[in-house]
């Protein structure tokens, strides 16, 4: 059975964790009633699981570039390779338009992100109330969206483990 290498493996299950906390810390801080402190460290962590996940993702990508994943099985239908294949795109355009895309919102606020409490990334523009109120609702349902591609995902890996019996999840774990 051809494998993932190990630097893919552990950058897909790196991001994806990372993913899944910042969505989940996402939810959970935006129903925190008022401006607390515990809502100003959640955003916080939010942030760089956000801007951890956009280097992870741009070191994948560029992984991924120099070392080709193994090919799908040959007894996986065309129309599933295409799905997969699409899938996979659509999954590391998001992995960078999610963050930017807080990040943009952030900047828009006039908020800065300051990586791990010690790095104040550049903001890319001033404060412009107008554009906040537009990248709200766009990160929010490009959250959505990463987060139904990777519901997505794990279905069609477990379906081709429990149903179809072939190699494709094996391909990636450890």
């Given at each position: 059975m051809l494998r993932y290498t190990k630097p893919a493996m552990l950058l897909h299950w790196l991001i994806a964790v990372l993913i899944v906390a910042a969505f989940t810390m996402g939810l959970v801080m935006v129903d925190i009633p008022g401006f607390t402190p515990t809502k100003l460290k959640?955003?916080?962590w939010h942030k760089w699981m956000g801007v951890t996940v956009l280097a992870l993702a741009a070191l994948r990508l560029l992984w991924r570039r120099a070392n080709r994943p193994p090919p799908h099985p040959a007894s996986m239908p065309q129309w599933q390779v295409r799905a997969a294949d699409f899938t996979h795109v659509l999954l590391y355009v998001l992995m960078f338009a999610v963050p930017l895309s807080g990040y943009l919102y952030?900047?828009?606020?006039?908020?800065?992100?300051?990586?791990?409490?010690?790095?104040q990334i550049p903001a890319a523009f001033a404060a412009d109330p107008d554009l906040k109120a537009t990248l709200k609702p766009v990160h929010y349902w490009l959250n959505m969206?990463?987060?139904?591609?990777?519901?997505?995902?794990v279905a069609a890996a477990l379906k081709h483990h429990f149903v179809d019996r072939d190699d494709v999840l094996k391909r990636m774990l450890p």
């Open positions: 959640y955003f916080s952030t900047t828009a606020a006039g908020v800065p992100v300051v990586y791990l409490g010690v790095w969206g990463l987060a139904a591609l990777v519901f997505m995902h």
